[in-house]
């Protein structure tokens, strides 16, 4: 018997819900409805710098959104990977008791059971692959003998054999006497869904000769992240009369070819006050997402530090901005205010190497505040310090990865890399800044180029 009523649809038929293209377009109304209560916002709270900042990041996320959701368009339906939330978690390792304390997130990253336990110092290298396992002892051995804060990325082997990529960053615990007691670190699994290579027609090439691969997109992203931005509160590569004045070099030193991009930078900021910020970083992560979330982030740390906050409040309103994202990222960053009239140096660093400061020939790093990583503590506090300076004294900043060979041992109690140190006379004996970062370049050579790294030199000229 024939029935009246519609026959219902074959099991295997989708329901009717919305398309990619009715997603493309509300992303795009959501972009235009923020911008309009911005807008709004920003009649009432126009003296709020920190908000601003807030905003940028709101909107920032919301064009990414935007743009995966269109290269959703040339990616085949099969084979596309299920997105996966990074996970971050912590480990202290004691050296006196060779003891180990890892979060629940370092156990589910690793995939070990809790009832194995942590793992120690000395058995976490076998859980590497054999081509990976100098990396990272020669980031522990830097950061338990040397002082410095530790920041590497390596692949683990999980016990069913699969690999997955994490970076690692810690810092040295001290006893009240200085001695290094335990090593403290964060955990976080990197490993991303890939970003999809649009379909390319044959006998297409991509911009300048390339294929379309999104590199040489990267690659413009990287440069406008890391060139310092004009009208620095210091005289960039030209000496000025001005009593403490600053003259400013900095270059950006790539790692070998085919190496992925990450989302290191060096900046420059004139003041409200007639002051300088000057800052380097590295914002977790690798390709050309890093690289735009590193200029979203320097975006807002320069919109809060045009508010007047100091460097140690700077970089805790930064810890908040990165921590309530979707994402949240670890980022290292060093900030430093320099007050040309008192000569005066006043800085906070989140897990990244001390300044090096070079006078009449000597050199050593700054003793560094107590700050962690951006992004691994919820409303982190960051200490920070003040250091006079002197005509003629010649201020480096850097990234890590600049050298990547082990330091030396005996240098204890400094975070400035050997290699920089055995410059000092050098570098306190050139003619400008610009000849400074020439002087490092040359000491890094083709060798070191496993990594790329910033640098950035500040010289007193009066």
């Known amino acids: 018997m024939l029935s009246s009523q519609n026959p219902k649809p074959p099991v295997d038929t989708p329901p009717a819900g919305p398309t990619l293209d009715d997603l493309i377009s509300r992303a795009r109304r959501l972009r235009e409805d923020l911008d309009a209560v911005r807008r709004a916002d920003s009649r009432t709270t126009a003296g709020e710098p920190i908000r601003r900042a807030a905003w940028e990041l709101a909107a920032s996320w919301l064009d990414d959104v935007g743009e995966q959701l269109h290269e959703l368009r040339n990616v085949p339906e099969a084979g596309f990977p299920p997105a996966t939330t990074p996970r971050v978690g912590s480990a202290e390792w004691n050296l006196l008791t ?42 522990v051995t830097g950061c338990l003998i040397d002082g410095r804060p530790m920041d590497c990325q390596f692949r683990i082997t999980r016990p069913d054999g699969s690999l997955r990529t994490v970076r690692m960053a810690g810092e040295p615990v001290l006893d009240d006497e200085g001695g290094t007691i335990a090593l403290w670190a964060m955990i976080r699994d990197v490993d991303e869904v890939p970003h999809p290579v649009p379909v390319q027609r044959r006998g297409e090439r991509g911009p300048r000769g390339e294929g379309s691969d999104g590199r040489e997109i990267g690659r413009a992203l990287a440069d406008a992240a890391r060139a310092p931005w004009p009208g620095g509160g210091a005289d960039q590569g030209q000496p000025s009369a001005r009593a403490g004045a600053l003259e400013l070099a900095a270059r950006y030193l790539p790692a070998g070819h085919g190496t992925p991009l990450t989302g290191k930078w060096f900046d420059s900021l004139e003041l409200p006050s007639g002051g300088a910020l000057l800052s380097v970083g590295d914002l977790a992560g690798r390709g050309p997402a890093a690289v735009a979330g590193t200029a979203t982030a320097l975006g807002a740390l320069r919109g809060i530090a045009l508010s007047g906050q100091p460097p140690g409040a700077l970089l805790g309103h930064l810890n908040q901005l990165l921590d309530r994202g979707v994402h949240p990222v670890l980022a290292s960053v060093l900030c430093c205010h320099y007050d040309p009239a008192r000569r005066q140096l006043s800085w906070a660093q989140a897990g990244h190497p001390a300044p090096l400061l070079c006078r009449e020939g000597a050199g050593w790093a700054l003793p560094r505040p107590a700050g962690t990583l951006l992004g691994a503590v919820s409303d982190a506090a960051y200490a920070e310090r003040s250091d006079p300076l002197r005509p003629g004294d010649v201020l480096v900043l850097h990234t890590d990865g600049l050298f990547s060979d082990i330091p030396a041992r005996g240098v204890a109690g400094h975070a400035g890399d050997h290699r920089l140190l055995g410059l000092a006379e050098r570098l306190s004996a050139a003619g400008s800044a610009a000849e400074c970062v020439q002087l490092i370049a040359d000491e890094r050579g083709e060798r070191d180029a496993g990594d790329d790294a910033c640098v950035l030199v500040a010289r007193v000229t009066g």
């Not at 060779?98 to 990253?109: K, N, P, R, T, Y």
């Not at 809790?114 to 081509?131: I, K, N, W, Y």
């Open 98 to 139: 060779d003891g180990a304390v890892w979060s629940e997130e370092l156990f589910a990253i690793f995939d070990r059971p809790v009832r194995e336990g942590p793992l120690t110092l000395d058995q976490l290298p076998s859980f590497l692959p054999a081509e990976d396992q100098p990396a990272l002892m020669a980031a």
